[in-house]
């Protein structure tokens, strides 16, 4: 679940995204910050639902981490 989640467009066109994901059942803790290209932040924005506008933004962040952490453990890239 993302408990924290600040978007702030920068003069380059990109956004950064702050957030703290927590995931209850390990009682695990994630935090980072990144910037979107103006393609994924527009993506992001259009995912937005009535019950959570945030939602597209959710996906943006959960996909960054799933790639990362593949990345990292030398799975390559999974997107």
């Known amino acids: 679940m993302i408990t924290s989640l ?3 467009q ?3 066109n990109t956004t950064h995204v ?3 994901v927590v995931f209850s059942g390990t009682n695990h803790q994630a935090y980072g910050n990144f910037d979107a290209t103006a ?3 527009s993506t992001a924005f259009s995912g937005s639902t009535k019950a ?3 939602a597209g933004f959710k996906q943006l962040v959960l996909t960054r981490l799933k790639t990362e952490a593949t990345n ?3 799975g390559g890239a999974s997107e």
């Open 6 to 8: 600040d978007v702030k």
């Open 52 to 54: 959570d506008m945030w």
């Open 72 to 74: 990292a453990l030398g």
């Open 18 to 20: 702050v957030y703290t």
């Open 39 to 41: 393609e994924e932040a």
């Open 10 to 12: 920068n003069s380059d």
